[in-house]
């Protein structure tokens, strides 16, 4: 297909199969209408961009049913994967299952959003995105061998957890927000620009973790913010070990807890749990 497609015939009659769209010189984006999908894999790559070029043009990819990023019939009940130099932006009623998602040659998509308003996001794939941005209702939980690699992270569920320990790398603001338990790992500097749990609030950086807003729990929930994290223990019990926490490089640059000075007042704390800040 060598010109921008748009998806604006309903297929509610549809069989749930697998589709593969590839999508050559142009965009992708629905504007009305449900998409019913097994497996679903969109391809939108700049065929023009060859020999020394590195600069591909930036063909987004959209799954919105109505154009005003508020709702969703879509019902992709396998594995979304993407390959797109643009932004990939899909809306999913149901749980959200993320394959890979990267740019058309396997460098780094631009800005990557997930919704699924009625479930969860499930991250089974790797993510390389300029940002990462998703909100459920559901929980937002990744399988063993997925990650997620880019800038900025936003996500938030608003009834239930974010479990994503595994091998993340995520160098720009992390916002998390979930009404039960939030865990995040991940394997370079951290920012905490704004999270929030009402259960058990946990965050593991390898690098260093420089905290830019103050972070309360008014319940009972835990607080445990860990630098210089080993990169693989997650149980809550284990966290205070040595050799768990505190692993710097040679000149003590890596692997600290920063409170950013350009913000006044910053705290930590629980009201009813427990803190722990190494």
């Not at 936003?154 to 992390?174: E, R």
């Not at 920063?258 to 629980?270: A, H, R, T």
């Amino acid at each position: 297909i060598s010109s921008t497609v748009r998806c604006s015939t309903p297929r509610d009659t549809a069989p749930a199969g697998n589709i593969t769209i590839h999508v050559r010189d142009g965009s992708l984006s629905q504007s009305n209408g449900t998409i019913k999908a097994g497996n679903l894999t969109i391809t939108t790559v700049d065929t023009t961009c060859t020999g020394n070029c590195t600069t591909p043009i930036a063909y987004d990819i959209t799954l919105d049913n109505d154009g005003n990023y508020d709702s969703a019939t879509n019902q992709i009940t396998g594995t979304f994967s993407a390959a797109s130099d643009g932004s990939v932006t899909v809306y999913n009623q149901g749980l959200l299952t993320v394959g890979d998602i990267k740019g058309s040659v396997g460098g780094t998509a631009d800005d990557v959003y997930l919704n699924s308003l009625n479930a969860g996001i499930n991250f089974t794939g790797q993510v390389i995105g300029n940002s990462v941005e998703g909100d459920a209702s559901g929980s937002i939980v990744q399988q063993h061998n997925s990650g997620l690699d880019g800038g900025d992270l936003y996500l938030t569920s608003t009834n239930g957890n974010i479990v994503l320990p595994n091998d993340n790398d995520m160098d720009g603001d992390v916002k998390l927000s979930a009404l039960g338990d939030v865990l995040f790992g991940n394997n370079d500097n951290t920012r905490l620009a704004e999270v929030s749990a009402g259960g058990n609030l946990t965050v593991l950086s390898e690098g260093n973790l420089t905290i830019t807003q103050s972070i309360q729990n008014s319940g009972s929930g835990n607080i445990t913010l860990v630098a210089g994290w080993d990169g693989t223990t997650t149980a809550a019990s284990q966290l205070g070990n040595s050799g768990v926490y505190g692993n710097y490089n040679a000149d003590s640059t890596y692997g600290n807890v920063y409170i950013d000075g350009s913000v006044f007042g910053v705290s930590v704390g629980s009201a009813s749990g427990k803190t722990l800040v190494e």
